[in-house]
Every structure is written in structure tokens, then in C-alpha cells.
Nanobody, 123 residues
Framework: QVQLVESGGGSVQPGGSLRLSCVASGGTFRSYAMAWFRQAPDREREFVASISWTSIKTYYADSVKGRFTVSRDNAKNTVYLQMNSLKPEDTAVYYC????????????????WGQGTQVTVSS
């Protein structure tokens, strides 16, 4: 059973930056594709970014492309989401997710989820 624990959320002003981390335990991290999703109040959970187990393939939602960067360190069982030029519409709970096999932008394809970390962008 894979366990995922996110950290790094917080409150930031528009234009600011945050780096989220997600540490995995209980599985073979390097065999999992990893992704970040987010969920704002009264909205469905949406795809943000994903990364293959080799780090060769990364994918981003159009809304974050050019501002967010996903990366991973398999030696540390950790995936990161660097968020720059944050906007109020980025406010949400951010979730880390894992699945065996290729990356996906579909929430239903991920088997393991973290508890989420709150990101609030406000002046």
C-alpha cells in the first residue's frame, strides 16, 4: 500500500511562488507515474501536472503551463511541484497521486492519493 504525504502549501500573494512536495512510502516509487491535481471549493478535482517514472515525460494543464514545473527525485521518493507567478485562481487544495503505468490526466486512473495541502493566493 502506497502512502503519499504532501507538504509546502500556504498563503501567498499574487505573483508569488510556492514549492509543493509529496513523499511516497510503502511501494516502489520509481515504478509509479506521479501527478498533481487540485480542487477548489464547489469544483471538481482537476489535473495540474504529471510526470513519468523516468522523468522524461511531463504534462501540464493549459492553465498552469509555463508557470508550474513538476519534477521528481526517485532517490528521495519525492515528487515536487514548483509554482511560480501564482494567481488567485490557483487557490485550491492540491493533491498528489500515483499510479503504475503511464501518466494520465484522468483522476480515475490514479490508485493512490495524498491528503492534500491548501494553497491560497490572495492579496
Amino acid at each position: 500500500q502506497v502512502q503519499l504525504v504532501e507538504s509546502g502549501g500556504g498563503s501567498v500573494q499574487p505573483g508569488g511562488s510556492l514549492r509543493l512536495s509529496c513523499v511516497a512510502s510503502g511501494g516502489t516509487f520509481r515504478s509509479y507515474a506521479m501527478a498533481w491535481f487540485r480542487q477548489a471549493p464547489d469544483r471538481e478535482r482537476e489535473f495540474v501536472a504529471s510526470i513519468s517514472w523516468t522523468s522524461i515525460k511531463t504534462y501540464y494543464a493549459d492553465s498552469v503551463k509555463g508557470r508550474f514545473t513538476v519534477s521528481r527525485d526517485n532517490a528521495k521518493n519525492t515528487v515536487y511541484l514548483q509554482m511560480n507567478s501564482l494567481k488567485p485562481e490557483d487557490t485550491a487544495v492540491y493533491y498528489c497521486a500515483a499510479r503504475e503505468g503511464p501518466t494520465s490526466d484522468y483522476v480515475g486512473r490514479y490508485d493512490y492519493w495524498g491528503q492534500g495541502t491548501q494553497v491560497t493566493v490572495s492579496s
